[in-house]
């Protein structure tokens, strides 16, 4: 009571100081405090947090980080100086690289050149002039563009190294952008040919060739995914074989390539690597990553066509490279209106599965659009946690939709208590905006879960008078600790994020 008169942060930074007493293991130096600083114009102070980290790799990694949010910020120049500081050199070369297309962006063209040709690794030069180009070419200078696509070009065809398919289907985009669709498709045909003479990078994350044939299908193109159907992936649909006997899948078998300081490995000309493999440069994590990123850019009929194509096949095998596509395609088909294909494909699931694929069929009828047919379908669940996830993304979406009327009556109507309150925090949301703050606050404060009643609260902080969105912010800290309501501040009060970090590191 004695620091109210002070003044928001004083006050809030008594609730914070108690509030991290109860959870000793927070930390200052990394993850969102760090980023928060650099955002609300304290880059030095974050810097000198990072700077704490013993550990040369993690701090290194949080240097990074602290490098992008900056430029994302504005602040490149402090962004630089940054990138400049960071030990590992591998990771200031990856700095550099992300600030080479942010200087372009913002019109220092010349030293946006002058930070790529201080990239000391072979192996981030073609990356970065790719991405120099890219940017150049959304300016809409085509000839410079080319230019420094030229660059790229040069660069990943003299070094085999890593990561030569991401920069090449880059190069496809700037084509596209700059209008050079023949040269997009030798391009595409140079990501397809690498592909297959490459062991997999693993599925964690989309191969280049994942990325063409996305961007292909997305226009409309089906003809290399064609060819890649009809020519590699085996025996037609009821063959004797795993997922239409394809050589797709053992993804978690194949080598990984693991990135270090490449002081002490030379890259090899493209002619020293091994013959072409046999092996399918499309397994199932790619095409179900293409189902996923087509879905929202592609036509309705060339999104189902391409569902046609892959449900055909998988008509036979199960394994979970089959399931992970089965997955994809499944809401695919959702999406885009065909519930009863989806839950069709649904049913050849184990029954331990089925549930949860129906609620999140359910779920995507209603993101688009489908909310009758969406809490049709997820009444009937009969598994009680995959019936409340489905019901609460059918609220979220009535009162997303601004229907928190209906939205909260569907909520009535859901006898799991935690289903209920995760629910009742878009209606909170959705009955504030619509300027009803007095309805949604009595809302929130009928949460049973603490942390639940939480986040609604903090839902309000952004929607209400300053003086209240302060007590507010007060009151979440004390139901759930300090990480609830941090990243509010940058918002409601961002002189406050420098005063927290400086009263509590001193």
Not at 402 to 413: F, I, K, N, Q, W
Request: aromatic share 4%; proline share 4%.
């Amino acid at each position: 009571m004695d620091l109210i008169p002070r003044g928001f942060e004083p006050c809030l930074l008594a609730v914070l100081r108690l509030s991290v007493g109860r959870n000793p293991g927070t930390c200052l130096t990394d993850g969102w405090l760090p980023r928060a600083l650099a955002r609300t114009g304290h880059l030095v102070r974050a810097a000198e947090l990072v700077f704490t980290i013993s550990d040369e790799l993690q701090q290194s990694s949080e240097l990074l980080e602290l490098v992008k949010t900056a430029a994302d910020a504005g602040d490149l120049y402090g962004a630089q100086a940054l990138a400049e500081s960071i030990p590992l050199r591998q990771l200031q070369d990856q700095a550099l690289v992300a600030l080479v297309p942010a200087w372009a962006r913002a019109g220092d063209r010349d030293r946006a050149v002058a930070l790529a040709e201080r990239i000391r690794y072979p192996h981030n030069w073609g990356r970065a002039w790719a991405m120099l180009a890219k940017a150049v070419a959304d300016s809409g200078d085509a000839d410079e563009a080319l230019r420094f696509a030229a660059l790229a070009d040069d660069e990943v065809t003299s070094y085999a190294v890593d990561g030569t398919e991401q920069v090449l289907a880059l190069l496809v985009e700037v084509a596209v952008t700059t209008g050079d669709h023949d040269r997009a498709a030798v391009l595409a045909d140079r990501v397809e040919d690498m592909t297959r003479s490459r062991n997999p990078a693993g599925w964690s994350e989309p191969r280049a060739l994942a990325a063409v044939l996305a961007r292909e299908v997305s226009g409309g193109d089906l003809s290399r995914l064609d060819a890649l159907l009809r020519t590699e992936l085996g025996p037609p649909v009821g063959a004797d074989a795993t997922l239409c006997g394809w050589a797709l899948g053992d993804a978690a078998g194949q080598d990984m390539v693991l990135e270090g300081d490449l002081d002490d490995n030379d890259a090899r000309p493209l002619s020293s690597r091994s013959p072409r493999s046999s092996r399918s440069p499309l397994d199932a994590y790619d095409l179900a990553w293409v189902l996923d990123a087509v879905d929202e850019t592609a036509d309705r009929d060339v999104a189902l066509a391409l569902a046609d194509r892959v449900e055909a096949l998988l008509g036979t095998g199960g394994s979970p490279e089959h399931d992970v596509l089965l997955r994809s395609v499944t809401l695919l088909l959702a999406r885009h209106g065909q519930a009863e294909r989806a839950t069709a494909l649904a049913a050849r699931l184990d029954a331990d599965l089925r549930m949860g694929r129906q609620a999140e069929i359910a779920g995507e009828l209603a993101r688009h659009g489908d909310l009758e047919g969406a809490e049709e379908m997820a009444r009937p669940i009969t598994d009680d946690r995959a019936r409340a996830r489905a019901l609460i993304r059918v609220v979220r979406e009535l009162a997303r939709r601004g229907d928190p009327g209906r939205a909260e009556a569907l909520v009535s109507s859901t006898t799991d208590r935690w289903a209920r309150d995760e629910a009742l925090v878009a209606v909170v949301r959705e009955l504030a905006r619509q300027g009803d703050p007095g309805r949604a606050e009595a809302l929130a404060r009928s949460i049973a879960h603490r942390a639940t009643r939480a986040r609604a609260l903090a839902a309000l902080v952004e929607l209400s008078e300053p003086s209240h969105a302060f007590r507010l912010a007060a009151q979440v800290v004390a139901l759930d600790g300090w990480g609830t309501v941090l990243p509010l501040l940058e918002r409601i009060a961002p002189r406050a994020v420098a005063t927290v970090v400086d009263q509590m590191t001193s």
